[in-house]
Structures are given as C-alpha cells and as structure tokens.
C-alpha cells in the first residue's frame, strides 16, 4: 500500500505565504511525477503545479511567479510554497504521487485527503 499526506494548509491574508508539504510512503519503488491539484467550492480540481523526478516542473497560468513546487526524492516529498495570495488561491489542495510499486508493472495514481488553505482578511 501507499499512502500521501498532506499538511501545512491554514488561514492566511491577502499578499501573506504558506508552505504545503506532501510525503508518500509505502511500497514505493520510483515516484515519477508530484504535483498539487486545488479545488474550491463548486468548481472541478485543477492543477497547480506539478514536477517531475529530474525537476522538470509545470504550473497553471494563474499561479506562475507567485507558486514553486520542489521535491526531496530521497524522502519521497513534494513541496509548494505559495506567495502573494489571493483569496481566488482559497481551496482544498490535493497532493498526487504517481508511483511505480514494488512487484507490480505500471504506474498507479495515488491522493491525499487534501489540506484546506483560505486567503481571506
């Protein structure tokens, strides 16, 4: 089994900073790719940013120069350190691991239960 853990979400100001964190454990072989997907209230999720196991890294439009996702491959954790907030930044944040398992052939998809950041004064 696998699991994903989120943490680091809360409330914030308008222009304040978080830092969320996501660690995979389980029976991990490789972890190709991390990323963070939000979803706010009535709207479907999206991605945010996602990177890479050699660093390459994609980000939505929205959150290009404000948001940067990094990764600590030896402990199997993805970060995203989000500045200048905005309220619109309000949402759960889901982290992914995409994971190639001991004894199996594939890649699997595997979430965490979301952190809930809000950017409100």
């Known amino acids: 089994q696998v699991q994903v853990v989120e943490s680091g979400g809360g409330l914030v100001q308008p222009g304040g900073s978080l830092r969320l964190s996501c660690a995979a454990s389980g029976s991990i072989f490789s972890i190709n790719a991390m990323g963070w997907y939000r979803q706010a209230p009535g709207k479907e999720r999206e991605l945010v940013a996602i990177i890479t196991y050699g660093g390459s890294t994609n980000y939505a439009d929205s959150v290009k120069g404000r948001f940067t996702i990094s990764r600590d491959n030896a402990k199997n954790t993805v970060f995203l350190q989000m500045n200048s907030l905005k309220p619109e930044d309000t949402a759960v944040y889901h982290c992914?691991?995409?994971?190639?398992?001991?004894?199996?052939?594939?890649?699997?998809?595997?979430w965490g239960q979301g952190t809930q950041v809000t950017v409100s004064s």
């Open positions: 992914n691991a995409r994971v190639v398992r001991y004894g199996r052939t594939g890649v699997y998809d595997y």
